[in-house]
């Protein structure tokens, strides 16, 4: 099969390897979509560590499955799945108590670290566990299933806090899972939805989304929060980015008493203000992945109530996966979410 493969730090090749043979609690999925995660972005240069070449990445994906492992009874060659990026192992602690996500034998697929080296999706075919396979409705298209994951990564961001009607809430940083979000909250019930950014034509995507406000972050965001919240400060504030910047003014937008939610984690340290946490007693969540979202999410998106076709910038063949790659690393202006066909 044709694969694209991270064989040095910024340097990708499409090359042939072996076809995946599937395990017997597996199924392989012929890919017909795969996005391009900001965290494939962000690691094919080593920052992360958790990109290491050789490596096959790839974990926002759709397709139709191919072929079934011996021991799989409820899924058949045909199907068309999208899968989640976790492969959690379904008997540790934490997956018997559901929660998945936070499995001591996870793994996440097309992610190479100190631990395991998973290969993922942008290839013709992967195989996963059928733990983590979910049917796709005839009514949305594989490019659209693909962007399940990222969505279910914004619809766990949200039941993580106490969001309550007519609630000021605020989302620092407008890429992909920021608009997710965006869109997310906007079934919360929340009153003014405030988004952040540093690029109007992003802020423009987030008015879009359903955003009742947006505010560049050059231009004095905190005094125009207070502004807009009688000069309180937002009851909640999601982080989507994961740099001291943002996490800083995440957390200083917020009255006394708000909370947090930090679901980007793009450096893995950055400074906390302490006092700003602790006098104002705010209640701080991460947020990791997703657990049990997938159903929901693939019916909203089905419905409409989820809308990932503004946040999609191009949908190219898997050949052209490289040059893409290099346009997002250089943040070319206007691009979001490119989405490959294998």
């Known amino acids: 099969m044709k694969a694209l493969v991270l064989k040095a730090y910024k340097e990708f090749q499409l090359e042939e390897v072996p076809n995946p043979t599937p395990a017997s609690d597996e199924v392989r999925v012929a890919v017909k979509a795969v996005g391009i995660c900001g965290s494939d972005v962000h690691g094919m240069d080593g920052s992360t560590g958790r990109r290491r070449p050789p ?23 045909g199907d068309r799945v999208t899968f989640d990026s976790t492969i959690y192992c379904g008997v540790c602690d934490y997956c018997r108590d559901g929660q998945i996500n936070l499995c001591n034998n996870r793994r996440v697929l097309g992610v190479s670290c100190e ?5 993922g999706a942008f290839a013709e075919f992967v195989a996963v566990p059928e733990r983590i396979l979910y049917r796709i ?23 993580l806090p106490t969001i309550r009607l007519n609630d000021t809430v605020v989302v620092v940083g407008a890429g992909m899972i920021g608009l997710a979000l ?6 919360t019930g929340c009153g003014k939805l405030i988004a952040i950014d540093l690029s109007d034509d992003r802020l423009a995507l987030a008015k879009t989304c359903g955003a009742t406000h947006t505010i560049n972050s050059s231009q004095e965001p905190l005094q125009k929060i207070r502004a807009l919240t009688e000069q309180r400060g937002a009851d909640i504030a999601f982080e989507a980015v994961g740099i001291n910047a943002t996490v800083d003014l995440t957390l200083r ?5 708000g909370a947090a939610v930090l679901v980007g984690n793009v450096t893995p340290k950055v400074d906390l203000p302490l006092q ?8 701080v969540h991460g947020s ?12 909203m998106l089905a419905r409409g109530a989820l809308n990932p076709a503004p946040l999609v910038s191009a949908i190219a063949p898997l050949s052209e996966g490289a040059a893409w790659f290099a346009r997002l690393y250089r943040k070319e202006p206007g691009l979001l979410k490119v989405v490959l066909n294998p």
């Open 55 to 77: 490596i096959i990445m790839g974990h926002e994906a759709a397709g139709v499955i191919d072929q079934v492992g011996t021991a799989v009874k409820n899924w058949n060659p």
């Open 115 to 119: 631990d395991y080296r998973q290969h």
């Open 137 to 159: 409705p005839e009514s949305l298209s594989c490019e659209h299933a693909a962007l399940v994951e990222p969505f279910s990564i914004a619809l766990h961001a949200v039941r």
């Open 182 to 187: 965006v869109q997310a909250l906007r079934h």
């Open 253 to 257: 937008s917020l009255r006394k008493g």
């Open 276 to 283: 700003i946490v602790v006098t104002r007693e705010l209640t």
């Open 288 to 299: 990791c992945a997703s657990r049990g979202e997938y159903p929901a999410c693939i019916d």
